[in-house]
């Protein structure tokens, strides 16, 4: 069934859609009255809705029943992600939506290659954002994760909330020791391709969070992510 996105809160029995999601509808699903699709508004809540009118690029829908998204995981997980080099933020962005991450936050760390201005930061956020809300919508998701701007990583530190954990590559606990007593909200982080420095990894410690492993192996930077947000999802029971 066709998945889409709106702005606000969907209160009465009736909405149209308009612009994108509206020509997206009735030129490119060459959807017609009658037909099904889902609508989920920001709270997380999914609305089961029948065409009832299209004309040009506005499309009304009639709503037949309302429920909370099961999709959504009961942990809210924050990626704070150290900028890898090329377009491989763009896989990370992807994947980790149809994983679970609850938000994304792009970091420049001390090892970062990857340096855009502020100007090309501000180009790829939109992007960036863009690639979430399809991720979302392919994979079924309640909310579209959002992708903040990027931040430094001692800002990083500062704004990370609930457990922090630290992934690095020169050892720490694993992800089930960490996760014993399922944090409601956990902020991950995650290096570039030359990792992070002893100085941010300490910084993260000192101010509470702890230092993960995912092995003995040395993963690339745009699969590491993807594996902890995977034992994250499955050690809070949220790959059931």
Same mark, same amino acid.
């Given at each position: 069934?066709?998945?889409?996105?709106?702005?606000?809160?969907?209160?009465?029995?009736?909405?149209?859609?308009?612009?994108?999601?509206?020509?997206?509808?009735?030129?490119?699903?060459?959807?017609?009255?009658?037909?099904?699709?889902?609508?989920?508004?920001?709270?997380?809540?999914?609305?089961?809705?029948?065409?009832?009118?299209?004309?040009?690029?506005?499309?009304?829908? %009639? @709503?037949?029943?309302?429920?909370?998204?099961?999709?959504?995981?009961?942990?809210?997980?924050?990626?704070?992600?150290?900028?890898?080099?090329?377009?491989?933020?763009?896989?990370?962005?992807?994947?980790?939506?149809?994983?679970?991450?609850?938000?994304?936050?792009?970091?420049?760390?001390?090892?970062? @290659?990857?340096?855009?201005?502020?100007?090309?930061?501000?180009?790829?956020?939109?992007?960036?954002?863009?690639?979430?809300?399809?991720?979302?919508?392919?994979?079924?998701?309640?909310?579209?994760?959002?992708?903040?701007?990027?931040?430094?990583? %001692?800002?990083?530190?500062?704004?990370?909330?609930?457990?922090? @954990?630290?992934?690095?590559?020169?050892?720490?606990?694993?992800?089930?020791?960490?996760?014993?007593?399922?944090?409601?909200?956990?902020?991950?982080?995650?290096?570039?391709?030359?990792?992070?420095?002893?100085?941010?990894?300490?910084?993260?410690?000192?101010?509470?969070?702890?230092?993960?492993?995912?092995?003995?192996?040395?993963?690339?930077?745009?699969?590491?992510?993807?594996?902890?947000?995977?034992?994250?999802?499955?050690?809070?029971? %949220?790959?059931?």
């Amino acid at each position: 069934m066709p998945h889409f996105f709106v702005d606000e809160e969907i209160e009465s029995k009736e909405y149209s859609l308009f612009g994108e999601d509206g020509r997206h509808i009735s030129k490119s699903l060459r959807m017609n009255k009658g037909e099904s699709l889902t609508l989920c508004s920001p709270s997380g809540t999914v609305h089961n809705c029948v065409v009832e009118e299209i004309s040009g690029d506005m499309v009304k829908v %009639n @709503v037949l029943s309302s429920k909370i998204s099961e999709a959504e995981p009961d942990v809210k997980v924050t990626l704070y992600q150290a900028l890898p080099k090329g377009d491989k933020m763009e896989l990370i962005i992807q994947k980790a939506v149809e994983i679970g991450v609850s938000e994304i936050v792009p970091v420049i760390s001390s090892r970062c @290659v990857s340096r855009p201005d502020k100007k090309s930061l501000s180009k790829k956020t939109v992007r960036w954002q863009k690639i979430a809300k399809q991720a979302a919508m392919q994979s079924g998701r309640g909310i579209v994760p959002k992708v903040r701007e990027c931040i430094s990583f %001692n800002d990083a530190v500062k704004s990370a909330k609930g457990d922090k @954990v630290i992934f690095y590559e020169l050892g720490g606990e694993s992800v089930k020791t960490i996760l014993k007593d399922k944090p409601s909200e956990i902020s991950m982080f995650i290096g570039s391709e030359g990792g992070f420095s002893s100085e941010e990894v300490n910084l993260v410690t000192e101010n509470g969070g702890r230092k993960a492993t995912l092995g003995k192996r040395i993963l690339r930077a745009e699969t590491a992510p993807l594996v902890a947000l995977t034992l994250i999802m499955y050690e809070t029971d %949220n790959m059931e």
